[in-house]
């Protein structure tokens, strides 16, 4: 088992940054895909970012790329979603995701966070 525990989640107004952090314990493996979803009120969760086990390789959803930033340290065994030019829309929780063998869907990881609320005021 991975335990995934989110945290750096809060409220900012628009245009302000937040950082959110993805702890890993457990029978972590370095060969994890990393992977950041949300879900706002009334909405499927959806897919944000995945980073590579080597951190190399990243992917974003069209919403958030060139405000979002997806990074790991596997000496920690920790990822990280550094968000930036925040907008209302962004509102959502958000949830660390991992997996071997992983992409954008959300059916493809195995194990998922608690989630942390992101708040974003216009």
């Known amino acids: 088992q991975v335990r995934l525990v989110e945290s750096g989640g809060g409220l900012v107004q628009a245009g302000g940054s937040l950082r959110l952090s993805c702890a890993a314990s457990?029978?972590?493996?370095?060969?994890?895909?990393m992977g950041w979803f949300r879900q706002a009120p009334g909405k499927e969760r959806e897919f944000v970012a995945a980073?590579?086990?080597?951190?190399?390789?990243?992917d974003y959803a069209d919403p958030v790329k060139g405000r979002f930033t997806i990074s790991r340290d596997n000496t920690k065994n920790t990822v990280s979603l550094q968000m930036a030019s925040l907008k209302p829309e962004d509102r959502a929780v958000y949830y660390c995701?991992?997996?071997?063998?992983?992409?954008?869907?959300?059916?493809?990881?195995?194990?998922w966070g608690q989630g942390t609320q992101v708040t974003v005021s216009s």
């Open positions: 995701a991992a997996d071997p063998n992983a992409g954008r869907e959300d059916n493809t990881y195995d194990y």
């Open positions: 980073i590579s086990w080597s951190g190399g390789r990243a």
């Open positions: 457990g029978r972590t493996s370095r060969s994890n895909v």
